[in-house]
């Protein structure tokens, strides 16, 4: 699965449009949903910024676990 989806339905699950979350991150509505289209990447930025909104980790986001719980820093 790709981000896109997964950065979609946490939008969905926190029950925000996309103009609110664009509001949250101080970008317009259009590029917000060129990320959860898929037509372009997505930042580091705005990635890291959307795992903190949702408490989650950036991994959760990138799909490379399904578990969306936020662990903390590892090695610490």
Do not use: V
Not at 21 to 26: I, N, P, Q
């Amino acid at each position: 699965m790709g981000y896109y989806k997964r950065i979609r339905d946490l939008r969905e699950d926190h029950d925000l449009t996309q103009r609110q979350l664009a509001a949250r991150l101080r970008m317009t509505q259009t590029q917000y949903f060129r990320y959860e289209q898929g037509y372009r990447d997505i930042p580091s930025d705005i990635l890291i910024a959307l795992a903190d909104l949702y408490g989650t980790s950036t991994d959760y986001i990138l799909g490379r676990t399904n578990d969306p719980r936020f662990s903390g820093a590892k090695g610490k």
